[in-house]
Structures are given as structure tokens and as C-alpha cells.
Nanobody, 129 residues
Framework: QLQVVESGGGSVQSGGFLRLSCAAS????????MGWFRQAQGKEREGVAD???????TYADSVKGRFTISQDNAKNTLYLQMNSLRPADTAVYYC???????????????????????WGQGTQVTVSS
């Protein structure tokens, strides 16, 4: 069973940085997608960035140039480096994972959160002005 657990959230001032980590277990598929989503209070969950087994990445426009998604295959760990943080980035951040079947799955999956079947418990990121 594919499971993911996030860590690394916290509170920073605007312009600061944080790195989130997501440890995956049961990731036995040759093709898969792992990603980060976030949900601010009173808003819908939105895709932030994701990456597939070929290391192809997709980013939401709001984080391009500031956030970087990466993975360490040896450790089965996903990362999200978040730089130049803004108060608008304040949210609970979730790690998600899903077996994929087509090369476009991951790109499409960032816009359809329900495509991902395995979710972490979330980690709070708070950015103060």
C-alpha cells in the first residue's frame, strides 16, 4: 500500500524559505507521480507542483521560479524547496502519490487532486508579512 508522510512545515516571514519533505513507502511502481498540494483556510485544495518517475515536473503558475520540486529515489523521498515565500503561500501543504499509466498523467493530475489516491496528513506553512 502506497503511503506518504510529510514533514518540514513551519512559520517564516515574507521572503523567507522552507523545505518540505515527503517520505513514501510502498512505492513499487515503475511509473508514478508524486506531488504537492495546498489548501488555505476557506479555499479549495490546489496543486502546487508534481514530478513523475522520469523527473518531469509541472508547476502551478503562482509558484514558478520560487518553488522547486525534487525527489531522491534512493530514499523514496519527495522535496519541495520554497523560496521567496509570500503570505499568500500560507496553507496546509499535502503530499500525494499515485501510480501513473500515461506520460501526461502527472501534468493533468496537478489540476485534478482527486486523481491522486494516497495522501499525507498535511503540514502547516505560515508566512507572515
Amino acid at each position: 500500500q502506497l503511503q506518504v508522510v510529510e514533514s518540514g512545515g513551519g512559520s517564516v516571514q515574507s521572503g523567507g524559505f522552507l523545505r518540505l519533505s515527503c517520505a513514501a513507502s510502498g512505492l513499487t511502481y515503475n511509473t508514478y507521480c508524486m506531488g504537492w498540494f495546498r489548501q488555505a483556510q476557506g479555499k479549495e485544495r490546489e496543486g502546487v507542483a508534481d514530478i513523475d518517475n522520469a523527473a518531469d515536473t509541472t508547476y502551478a503558475d503562482s509558484v514558478k521560479g520560487r518553488f522547486t520540486i525534487s525527489q531522491d529515489n534512493a530514499k523514496n523521498t519527495l522535496y519541495l524547496q520554497m523560496n521567496s515565500l509570500r503570505p499568500a503561500d500560507t496553507a496546509v501543504y499535502y503530499c500525494a502519490a499515485q501510480r501513473s499509466y500515461y506520460s501526461t498523467d502527472c501534468q493533468v493530475g496537478l489540476t485534478v487532486a482527486t486523481w491522486f489516491s494516497s495522501w499525507g496528513q498535511g503540514t502547516q506553512v505560515t508566512v507572515s508579512s
